[in-house]
């Protein structure tokens, strides 16, 4: 069914007001501003088995933060936001990230890069952050390329993978598939507004390992 202008300019301004919600996570998290920030998410959100709601997602960050970090920065981009209907979306988003992190031997600088697996819900005419699943390619001292195996390298902790590949199925059957053929075979294209469930092919979520 074809949507009409009223839908069109709703979409748009949804997915304008999302891109401004990733934006306003990145500075609120990094300034320590945590009433501006858990205000991004659902009312409702579940931040462990046990526990539910803003408050409790403050305390959770209040804690990690001051044992963790001294200071960060998040530079959000590539952004796409698709839509399971007028007040449901997902999305991914990259960001990259830099924290001042204590250790054993002083502060290091952590850089990172990662994705997040968004959802996104609309409640009483404003988007929230329904869900993050943050999903890691690594993390390392600056001054330390983080080549090989396991690149997830915090300042005294053990190394671990970060889940960055295990979001789509794409990145495994790549290696797993060369082309053994003359003809090069032709791919069928996603569905419009429908790339990412396309790219995840049914693929369970990751399990994402706590920093």
Not at 98 to 123: A, C, F, K, L
Not at 174 to 203: H, S
Request: hydrophobic fraction near 35%; proline fraction near 6%.
């Amino acid at each position: 069914m074809e949507e009409s202008v009223e839908q069109r300019l709703d979409r748009l301004e949804s997915i304008e007001e999302i891109r401004q919600l990733v934006a306003k996570y990145a500075l609120s998290l990094d300034m320590r501003d945590l009433d501006a920030h858990v205000n991004l998410f659902a009312e409702d959100i579940r931040v462990s088995r046990e526990c539910v709601g803003r408050a409790h997602l403050k305390r959770w960050l209040d804690d990690t933060l001051r044992l963790q970090f001294t200071g960060t920065s998040h530079h959000t981009g590539n952004h796409i936001i698709e839509f399971d209907d007028a007040d449901n979306a997902h999305g991914i988003v990259y960001s990259k990230n830099e924290h001042e992190t204590p250790s054993e031997d002083g502060d290091e600088w952590v850089i990172m890069q990662m994705i997040y697996w968004d959802n996104y819900q609309r409640v009483d005419g404003r988007w929230y952050f329904r869900r993050r699943l943050p999903c890691y390619w690594y993390a390392t001292d600056l001054n330390k390329p983080p080549t090989g195996e396991q690149k997830m390298r915090w300042p005294d902790r053990e190394r671990y993978d970060g889940a960055w590949h295990q979001l789509f199925p794409s990145w495994s059957k790549f290696w797993a598939t060369p082309p053994n053929a003359d003809e090069p075979e032709v791919a069928t294209p996603a569905p419009l507004n429908n790339f990412l469930e396309t790219m995840r092919a049914d693929a369970p979520f990751p399990r994402v390992q706590v920093r």
